[in-house]
T-cell receptor, first 116, second 114 residues
Framework: DSGVTQTPKHLITATGQRVTLRCSPR?????VYWYQQSLDQGLQFLIQ???????AKGNILERFSAQQFPDLHSELNLSSLELGDSALYFC???????????????FGPGTRLTVL | GDSVTQMEGPVTLSEEAFLTINCTYT??????LFWYVQYPGEGLQLLLK?????DKGSNKGFEATYRKETTSFHLEKGSVQVSDSAVYFC?????????????FGTGTRLTIIP
C-alpha cells in the first residue's frame, strides 16, 4: 500500500458526460501528479500540482482540468467524454518538489474509466 | 524531449531463468532512472532507482546499472519466480527545475511459467 488513495476504482459513463476523479496523497506530500495509461498512448503525464498551485502540464486535453485543494487532495475533471478517453488514470504524490533523489513518486491504485 | 525506449514484449520465461529487459533513454542533463512494476489489477510500484551515472539500483533480486555512456538502464534478475509475472516500466525523471514528471517506456509484460 503506497498511502495514495484514489476514488472511485471503476467508473463507467457515456460519451459527452463529465466525471470527477479524486486523489488523496500520502500524508504530508505536497506534490500531486496525474497520469493516464491507455493501450495506444501508454503511460503519459497529464499535470502536476504543488501545494495548491499548478506546477507543470503535460499532454492534457483542454476538456480536462484539475485542481488541488487546501487539504492537498486533488481532483481531475474530465468533460465532454469521448470513447478514446477510456483509460486507467493514476495519481501519484511526492514529498516536495525539485529533482532531489528523495522525491520519489508514489502511485495510487488508479481509476479505470470506461466511456461507452 | 525526453524519451524512453523499452524492450518490446511480451516476454515468457521458465522459472529460475535469467531475465534481462532492455531500456535506453534520451534526455538532456543527468536524469534519474527508475524501474516500476505493475502487478495485475494494481497500481505502479517503484522497484528500483538510480540517480547518477554508474549507480546500481537493486531490490528483490532485481538490479539495474545507470550507464551514461550507452544511455541505458537494463533490468536484470538472476533467477525469476512465478511471482515476478507483471508488467515492468522503465522511466526517467528530468533534472530540469520545475519539470519533475516521469517519462515512461511502453512497458514489458513478463510471464514466468513453472
Amino acid at each position: 500500500d503506497s498511502g495514495v488513495t484514489q476514488t472511485p476504482k471503476h467508473l463507467i459513463t457515456a460519451t459527452g458526460q463529465r466525471v470527477t476523479l479524486r486523489c488523496s496523497p500520502r500524508s504530508g506530500d505536497l506534490s500531486v501528479y496525474w497520469y493516464q495509461q491507455s493501450l495506444d498512448q501508454g503511460l503519459q503525464f497529464l499535470i502536476q500540482y504543488y501545494n495548491g498551485e499548478e506546477r507543470a502540464k503535460g499532454n492534457i486535453l483542454e476538456r480536462f482540468s484539475a485542481q488541488q485543494f487546501p487539504d492537498l487532495h486533488s481532483e481531475l475533471n474530465l468533460s465532454s467524454l469521448e470513447l478514446g478517453d477510456s483509460a486507467l488514470y493514476f495519481c501519484a504524490s511526492s514529498p516536495t518538489t525539485g529533482a532531489s533523489s528523495y522525491n520519489e513518486q508514489f502511485f495510487g491504485p488508479g481509476t479505470r474509466l470506461t466511456v461507452l | 524531449g525526453d524519451s524512453v525506449t523499452q524492450m518490446e514484449g511480451p516476454v515468457t520465461l521458465s522459472e529460475e531463468a535469467f531475465l534481462t529487459i532492455n531500456c535506453t533513454y534520451t534526455a538532456t542533463g543527468y536524469p534519474s532512472l527508475f524501474w516500476y512494476v505493475q502487478y495485475p489489477g494494481e497500481g505502479l510500484q517503484l522497484l528500483l532507482k538510480a540517480t547518477k551515472a554508474d549507480d546500481k539500483g537493486s531490490n528483490k533480486g532485481f538490479e539495474a546499472t545507470y550507464r551514461k555512456e550507452t544511455t541505458s538502464f537494463h533490468l536484470e534478475k538472476g533467477s525469476v519466480q512465478v511471482s515476478d509475472s507483471a508488467v515492468y516500466f522503465c522511466a526517467l525523471r528530468s533534472t530540469n527545475f520545475g519539470n519533475e514528471k516521469l517519462t515512461f517506456g511502453t512497458g514489458t509484460r513478463l510471464t514466468i511459467i513453472p
